[in-house]
T-cell receptor
Framework: GAVVSQHPSRVICKSGTSVKIECRSL??????MFWYRQFPKKSLMLMAT?????????EQGVEKDKFLINHASLTLSTLTVTSAHPEDSSFYIC?????????????FGPGTRLLVL | GNSVTQMEGPVTLSEEAFLTINCTYT??????LFWYVQYPGEGLQLLLK?????DKGSNKGFEATYRKETTSFHLEKGSVQVSDSAVYFC?????????FGTGTRLLVSP
């Protein structure tokens, strides 16, 4: 149980294009999903908290117009990197909290590696 | 604010050696504590957790005890295997967010 998927697992795009990454909770409902960015050999940096049916809450320093987040259902959140540039190349990981959870346990997706040329 | 400090890696061990990865935290209130593991090229997997002081989380031979008096949650395993090679993250939960340590890479050789 508590499986989170991400699609695509890898994506290569040209500079200036937009890329959409999907995060799905497969066997549970998630009112809250989280988007992280991980730099090589570094820890995870929380980018934003995505709440179903409302606007995402972005962490300080994260450009909300560049990283568009939509959480349209209890099982799907999307992150769109708009007008991607090489510095946006990174490993993006989502996580989800089960609506029935009584603790802060988050279940993580396998990650999406983005390479912007 | 909340923060987590982990020992720097890499930690290099031979198979069947004893493992300790130190983790200390600073937090307000009574957060939950977690260890996550990340295998190469993959996302994070929850390894174990503890939700209150003196709780011991355990899974796959790993264990960690929530020590409020020393604000620590050290990860231990009695006998590591090559397949345990990964990056281990200590995390603290509070106000719906997780705060992660910088991760400790474990390398186990045969």
């Amino acid at each position: 149980g508590a499986v989170v998927s991400q699609h695509p697992s890898r994506v290569i795009c040209k500079s200036g294009t937009s890329v959409k990454i999907e995060c799905r909770s497969l066997d549970f409902q998630a009112t809250t999903m989280f988007w992280y960015r991980q730099f090589p050999k570094k820890s995870l940096m929380l980018m934003a908290t995505s709440n179903e049916g409302s606007k995402a809450t972005y962490e300080q320093g994260v450009e909300k117009d560049k990283f568009l987040i939509n959480h349209a259902s209890l099982t799907l959140s999307t992150l769109t990197v708009t007008s991607a540039h090489p510095e946006d190349s990174s490993f993006y990981i989502c996580s989800a909290r089960d609506v029935r959870a009584t603790s802060e346990t988050q279940y993580f997706g396998p990650g999406t590696r983005l390479l912007v040329l | 604010g909340n923060s987590v400090t982990q020992m720097e890696g890499p930690v290099t061990l031979s198979e069947e050696a004893f493992l300790t990865i130190n983790c200390t935290y600073t937090a307000t209130g009574y957060p939950s504590l977690f260890w996550y593991v990340q295998y190469p090229g993959e996302g994070l997997q929850l390894l174990l957790k503890a939700t209150k002081a003196d709780d011991k989380g355990s899974n796959k031979g790993f264990e960690a005890t929530y020590r409020k008096e020393t604000t620590s949650f050290h990860l231990e395993k009695g006998s590591v295997q090559v397949s345990d090679s990964a990056v281990y993250f200590c995390a603290l939960g509070g106000f719906q967010k997780l705060v992660f340590g910088t991760g400790t890479r474990l390398l186990v050789s045969p």
